[in-house]
């Protein structure tokens, strides 16, 4: 079988993204066995990376394609993407780091739509960096929604066999409450549903949290869950989906951990994030669904107060590569399903 291709984004050059890169591609031979990757960003700013975890530059080698790439161990093969960033000051924010963060990104995409990667994995940004530099995106997800053209996705944290789906993610909290709204709900359900199709169990049990405390305690907390969750809810029952709640998050998110639950909708970004994160730190990773090819992140962010130092830990860039591998192959058929779900949010 023919191993996938995967472009591995660097993330900020002022950040942590060159040294774990380095320490993933130079420490961890057996992913290449799974997969040929292909790293998108500076060369200058990776070999910095090499450096500090005592390698050497002249490990990295520049490439115009992937289908260059020999998948040598002991070697980084690399598309250079934009000026040099090996200037950029480590922990600082830099619109010239924000900028190339963004475009690598860019570019790994280009590459998936003309059919040269099977997957995209990505190394951390910084926001502030990336407004900065001139692309006023709220994140990796919605960046990766808008170059793909797809309206209904989700932000996905997985550790194994559980899935966390996000209705929002970058918003502040009350603009989440504000977005969490029938048509969003019905969008992700449907996207959720078409995803366990897609896995082969359709009859797969989703738990929906609550946005308020108690799941609104028949609304002495609030309306949402009544007026939003809950029809919702019934009506991805009603087109067959195994779904059920809104169900008190922390009631949900424990019983998930512990096995009762595999695929859970959260309602905003820290009511996942934060318990997945407690329980899972460098075991979980970040999955796109909605998109035509696979994309893996690692979850954690840049880093900047240990960036150069040489102490930065690979293990979720490692798992996010060796996930997105595995996830790759099959991903049209998720990929179907999902375009489907998106093709349904187009005409609602």
């Not at 194994?160 to 909290?173: A, E, P, Q, R």
């Not at 809810?233 to 951990?257: F, T």
Request: hydrophobic letters at 45%.
């Amino acid at each position: 079988m023919t191993i996938p291709t995967l472009a591995l984004t660097i993330g900020d050059a002022a950040g942590i993204g060159p040294e774990t890169t380095a320490r993933t591609l130079l420490g961890h031979d057996e992913l290449r066995e799974i997969c040929r990757p292909v790293v998108i960003g500076d060369a200058d700013a990776v070999r910095r990376g090499v450096e500090v975890v005592g390698g050497n530059p002249g490990q990295v080698r520049v490439i115009d394609s992937p289908a260059d790439a020999r998948n040598e161990p002991g070697t980084i093969e690399l598309i250079q993407d934009g000026p040099s960033l090996g200037d950029v000051p480590w922990g600082e924010i830099s619109p010239a780091a924000g900028d190339g963060a963004a475009r690598f990104v860019i570019r790994a995409c280009a590459l998936a739509k003309e059919g040269l990667v099977d997957g995209i994995v990505t190394a951390p940004l910084n926001k502030a960096a990336m407004h900065a530099g001139g692309h006023p995106w709220p994140g990796h997800t919605e960046l990766l929604a808008h170059e793909f053209g797809v309206r209904n996705f989700s932000l996905v944290l997985s550790a194994g066999d559980l899935y966390f789906f996000h209705l929002t993610t970058h918003v502040s909290l009350r603009q989440a409450i504000e977005d969490v709204t029938r048509e969003r709900t019905d969008n992700v359900l449907r996207l959720v549903g078409s995803f366990a199709r897609a896995l082969g169990r359709p009859d797969e049990r989703i738990g929906v949290a609550g946005l308020n405390p108690h799941a609104g305690e028949n609304r002495i907390f609030g309306d949402e869950d009544a007026d939003i969750l809950a029809p919702a809810v019934e009506a991805a029952r009603a087109a067959g989906l195994n779904a059920h709640g809104p169900l008190p998050a922390d009631a949900l998110i424990p019983q998930a951990v512990k096995g009762k639950w595999n695929l859970v909708i959260v309602c905003y970004h820290d009511q996942g994030h934060a318990p997945f994160k407690a329980v899972y730190g460098d075991e979980g990773v970040n999955i796109t669904v909605g998109l035509p090819v696979v994309r893996v992140s690692v979850d954690h962010g840049t880093a900047f107060d240990i960036a150069g130092q040489g102490i930065a830990r690979e293990a979720s860039l490692v798992l996010a590569t060796r996930r997105a591998a595995e996830l790759a192959p099959g991903w049209s058929a998720v990929w179907e399903t999902a375009r489907q779900a998106d093709e349904a949010t187009t005409t609602h």
